[in-house]
C-alpha cells in the first residue's frame, strides 16, 4: 500500500511539474511523447464538469504560476533591466532547467547566476548588468535569511594576535558589481512599495506584476555589503579597502594576512591606514558584523 | 609591512573593536556597568542609522512555501480557478 501511495504521489508530482505550454494551458503531450489525456485518466477520476486532464491541468498551472510569481517577485531588478518579454522568457528557459528541488521556494533562484553565465543568450545585450542585478538580488535573499551569531566577545578582542582568525556574520554578503545596480534596485522598490509578504492566492490566470523598467544605471566598480540589521536588509557601499579586508576575513585569512589584503591595491597612504583600519573594525563592530570563527 | 607598522596596525584594530564593542552595548543596554567593565564609557560610539546605510525596503522569501505569508486569509480560500468544479477536492468524492 506505502509502495502503491509513493508511486502514486511520484506520478502525480511528474504530472504536475511538467512545464507549460506558452499559452499556459497544460501540453498535450510530456516530454518523452505520451499522451497527457491517457495519463491523466489512469489516475485521476473525471467529475460531470471537468475531464481527468482538466483537473490535472488546475493543479499543473498552479503549480508553474506560483513558481513565476515567486521567481518574479524575487527578481523584479532583473525583470526592470531586462523588460517584461526578455525577462519572461529567461525564467521559464531557467525553471525548465532548473527545477525546484527544495522544499521552499525561498531556493528558487539559487542556481540563477550560473545558470546565467552559462547561457548568455538569454541576457545579451545586458549581460553584464543583468547578472549584477541577479547577484544583488540573490544576495538579498541570502542576507535575509541567513544565519546571525553572536558577536565578537570582549576577551577575543583583548587577546588578539597577528595570527587570530575572526569571522564575518553569516548574513553579511559581499558584491563586487560592474553597476550602481543598488541605487537602481532601491529606486525600483521605492516605487513599488514595500511588500512585506508573498501571497500564497492561487489564480485561474496568472497575475504579471506591473512592470518599471530601470534606466541611467551607472557603470562603475561598486563595493557593497548586503547585510541584516535587526531583521531589515541593507546595502552599504564600501571602500575597496573594506571589500578586500572584509573578504580576507570572511575567507578565513588571519587578521594581519586581512590587514594586509586590505592594501593591496590601495592608494591610501601609509600613514592613514592605522586611523582608517581602527575605523573600520570600529563601524563593523557597531554593526555586529564581527564574530568568533566556529567549526561548521 | 614592517614589524612597527603591524604593532601598530594591530593595536587599531584592537582599539577598533573595543571601541565598536562598546557602541553597541550602549545602544542595546545604555548599562554604564556594563561599560564601566569594559572601561570604555569615554568612547562609546554614535551610533545611527545612517551608518547602516541603504534601507533595502523588502522583507521577503522567509515565508515562501510554508504557508503562512498572509495574515488574514488561508491564500486559497476563495480565489482557486477551480472552485465550484470539484478540482480541489483531496478525498476523491468528486
Known amino acids: 500500500m506505502t509502495g502503491e501511495l509513493h508511486q502514486l504521489q511520484r506520478r502525480m508530482a511528474a504530472a504536475v511539474m511538467q512545464p507549460l505550454t506558452l499559452d499556459e494551458t497544460m501540453r498535450k503531450r510530456d516530454r518523452s511523447g505520451r499522451d497527457n489525456h491517457a495519463e491523466a485518466a489512469g489516475f485521476i477520476r473525471p467529475n460531470d464538469r471537468l475531464d481527468s486532464f482538466e483537473r490535472l491541468e488546475i493543479y499543473n498551472r498552479q503549480y508553474w504560476f506560483r513558481l513565476f510569481s515567486s521567481f518574479e517577485e524575487d527578481f523584479t531588478g ?108 532601491i529606486a525600483l522598490r521605492s516605487d513599488s512599495g514595500s511588500s512585506n509578504s508573498s501571497s500564497n492566492s492561487a489564480t485561474a490566470s496568472r497575475i504579471v506584476r506591473r512592470f518599471r523598467a530601470v534606466s541611467g544605471v551607472n557603470h562603475e566598480t561598486i563595493y557593497l555589503a548586503v547585510h541584516r540589521y535587526e531583521d531589515t536588509v541593507y546595502y552599504k557601499r564600501l571602500r575597496l579597502e573594506d571589500f578586500y579586508l572584509l573578504q580576507a576575513i570572511q575567507e578565513g585569512r588571519t587578521l594581519m594576512d586581512a590587514i594586509d589584503a586590505a592594501f593591496e591595491f590601495s592608494v591610501m597612504p601609509e600613514a592613514e591606514r592605522p586611523g582608517y583600519v581602527q575605523s573600520a573594525f570600529q563601524h563593523w563592530m557597531s554593526l555586529g558584523w564581527l564574530c568568533e570563527v566556529t567549526s561548521d | 609591512m614592517t614589524k612597527s607598522m603591524k604593532a601598530l596596525m594591530l593595536g587599531a584594530a584592537v582599539t577598533g573593536l573595543l571601541g565598536g564593542s562598546t557602541g553597541q552595548l550602549h545602544a542595546a543596554t545604555s548599562s554604564n556597568a556594563a561599560l564601566s567593565a569594559l572601561g570604555q564609557s569615554s568612547f562609546a560610539s ?23 505569508c498572509k495574515s488574514s486569509d488561508n491564500g486559497c480560500k476563495g480565489k482557486n480557478s477551480c472552485k465550484g468544479k470539484g478540482g480541489c477536492a483531496t478525498d476523491g468524492s468528486k
Open chain 1, 78 to 185: 532583473l525583470q526592470a533591466v531586462l523588460g517584461r518579454k526578455k525577462f519572461q522568457a529567461l525564467m521559464r528557459a531557467y525553471l525548465e532547467s532548473n527545477p525546484s528541488t527544495s522544499f521552499s521556494l525561498r531556493n528558487l533562484g539559487s542556481r540563477l547566476l550560473e545558470w546565467s553565465c552559462d547561457n548568455p543568450q538569454w541576457t545579451a545585450p545586458l549581460g553584464e548588468l543583468s547578472q549584477d542585478m541577479m547577484s544583488l538580488e540573490w544576495a538579498h535573499i541570502e542576507s535575509f535569511d541567513s544565519a546571525s551569531r553572536p558577536v565578537l566577545p570582549v576577551e577575543t578582542m583583548t587577546s588578539l594576535s597577528e595570527e587570530t582568525q575572526i569571522s564575518l556574520q553569516p548574513h553579511v554578503r559581499l558584491l563586487k558589481l560592474h553597476h550602481a545596480v543598488d541605487n537602481a534596485l
Open chain 2, 46 to 68: 554614535s551610533f545611527t542609522a545612517e551608518d547602516k546605510d541603504k534601507h533595502a525596503c523588502k522583507g521577503q522569501n522567509s515565508c515562501k512555501g510554508k504557508g503562512g
